[in-house]
Antibody
Framework: EVQLVESGGGLVKPGGSLRLSCAAS????????MSWVRQAPGKGLEWVGR??????????DYAAPVKGRFTISRDDSKNTLYLQMSSLKTDDTAVYYC?????WGQGTLVTVSS | SYELTQAPSVSVSPGQTARITCSGD??????AYWYQQKPGQAPVLVIY???ERPSGIPERISGSSSGTTVTLTISGVQAEDEADYYC??????????FGGGTKLTVL
């Protein structure tokens, strides 16, 4: 059974940083392209970014609102996906999901507020 | 920036057919994916590559594509189908985009 478990969310002040983790199991993580998707309270889904598998180059792509502030990385030895967020804004407040596209975690809430 | 357009809401009676559309200029060249999301839950993939159904998704849920519009069709709608539905695709550079979502109400 595929499991994706996000962690690391919480309350952070504007301008601050936070790192989210996503522990994966039940599939061959090192072969998977992994994405982060967020959902602001009461709003729709918003793609944050993606990292390809190392065999496909391991490159990253980001949505315009987070480019230059967020960094996606992966540790295939730990089956873990990361999202490093910096220069956080109140607009970044959302539930953050990690996803393979087929499967999703339950999400972790990030609140950016003074 | 590239956008996928969905109607905000669709309402149908139980047993009827619901059709949820998603429009975007790149859809003739990029696959569409559909997600169902119920309140307080993570999204669930219900259609991939325009019309393929993942295992476990009932046959009454189907997808189709025509030109710049893709359609999610739910036949014989049941109360359990009430949810938000999101289309997802990509622009010509591969950047992923979600539609704004359609709230399906079962009357």
């Amino acid at each position: 059974e595929v499991q994706l478990v996000e962690s690391g969310g919480g309350l952070v002040k504007p301008g601050g940083s936070l790192r989210l983790s996503c522990a994966a199991s039940g599939f061959t993580f090192n072969n998977a392209w992994m994405s982060w998707v967020r959902q602001a309270p009461g709003k729709g889904l918003e793609w944050v970014g993606r990292i390809k598998s190392k065999t496909d180059g391991g490159t990253t792509d980001y949505a315009a609102p987070v480019k230059g502030r967020f960094t996606i990385s992966r540790d295939d030895s730990k089956n873990t996906l990361y999202l490093q967020m910096s220069s956080l804004k109140t607009d970044d407040t959302a539930v953050y999901y990690c996803t393979t596209a087929n499967d999703w975690g339950q999400g972790t809430l990030v609140t950016v507020s003074s | 920036s590239y956008e996928l357009t969905q109607a905000p809401s669709v309402s149908v009676s139980p047993g009827q057919t619901a059709r949820i559309t998603c429009s975007g200029d790149a859809l003739p060249k990029q696959y569409a994916y559909w997600y169902q999301q119920k309140p307080g839950q993570a999204p669930v993939l219900v259609i991939y590559k325009d019309s393929e159904r993942p295992s476990g998704i009932p046959e009454r849920i189907s997808g189709s594509s025509s030109g710049t519009t893709v359609t999610l069709t739910i036949s014989g709608v049941q109360a359990e189908d009430e949810a938000d539905y999101y289309c997802q695709s990509a622009d010509s550079s591969g950047t992923v985009v979600f539609g704004g979502g359609t709230k399906l109400t079962v009357l």
